[in-house]
């Protein structure tokens, strides 16, 4: 079936280095993604959204890439910090529903 | 301060026993929304509501009941909880669903339920 998912589940990398945590969607009619943070005890924090008109588009540290040719969805953060720490999540309306329909999240780990 | 907030923020029950997990917020947003989130699973959509007395079923809308008799509230219902019920329970609320698509979402802090 139509899903949302995440390439790799754990992500670990260095402080101050970037992150680059990717998604993948199969929703061909997929036109708005959204970026979730999701830290330990915690509800989930909107990051960042994008447009499927869009292919680009940077918010605080953070910048979101689209690339509907290959339904392909990636987060960079840039100067990784340690309260970067968390469980992210992409999301997807599927195609305009009223539904929001979410990855299964992938674990960043910054190492100090 | 601009909150979803959802009672009780933990809970162990008891199979049959019915229980009401209450979720209010406080931005006046049209949309609210009902997950559960288990290990491997990730988030899945119980019940959403795109306004007062409009409620629609999910991906998982099984063994579960909500109402919304008012805006700002939106209750979730377990009838008969079930030991497969056992889960985090999330609340969420948007300000709108513009032309079907939902706008940034607001989380509660979660409910951790344990059916024995």
Same mark, same amino acid.
């Given at each position: 079936?139509?899903?949302?998912?995440?390439?790799?589940?754990?992500?670990?990398?260095?402080?101050?280095?970037?992150? *680059? *945590?990717?998604?993948?969607?199969?929703?061909s009619a997929s036109d708005y993604f959204i970026w979730y943070k999701q830290e330990s005890g915690k509800g989930p924090q909107f990051i960042i959204d994008i447009r499927s008109n869009m292919d680009k588009r940077q918010g605080q540290r953070v910048t979101v890439l689209l690339n509907k040719t290959v339904k392909h969805l990636s987060l960079q953060i840039a100067a990784t910090q340690p309260g970067d720490s968390a469980v992210y999540f992409c999301a997807d309306t599927q195609?305009?529903?009223e539904k929001l329909v979410f990855g299964k999240g992938t674990k960043l780990t910054v190492n100090p | 301060e601009a909150q979803v907030t959802q009672n009780? &923020?933990?809970?162990?029950?008891?199979t049959g026993k019915k229980l009401t997990v209450t979720c209010s917020q406080n931005m006046n947003h049209e949309y609210m929304s009902w997950y559960r989130q288990d290990p491997g699973l990730g988030l899945r959509q119980i019940y959403y509501s795109m306004n007062v007395e409009v409620t629609d079923k999910g991906d998982v809308?099984?063994?579960?009941?909500?109402? &919304?008799?008012?805006? &700002?509230?939106?209750p979730l219902i377990l009838e008969s909880p079930s030991p497969n019920q056992t889960s985090l329970y999330f609340c969420?609320?948007?300000?709108?669903?513009? &032309?079907?698509?939902?706008?940034e979402l607001f989380f509660g802090e979660g409910s951790r339920l344990t059916v024995l």
């Open positions: 079936g139509e899903s949302v998912g995440l390439h790799l589940p754990t992500l670990s990398v260095q402080e101050g280095d970037n992150s *680059i *945590i990717n998604c993948a969607y199969s929703n195609g305009g529903s | 009780p &923020r933990y809970l162990i029950t008891v809308p099984e063994g579960y009941k909500v109402s &919304r008799k008012e805006k &700002r509230n939106f969420a609320s948007s300000l709108s669903a513009d &032309r079907g698509i939902i706008g």
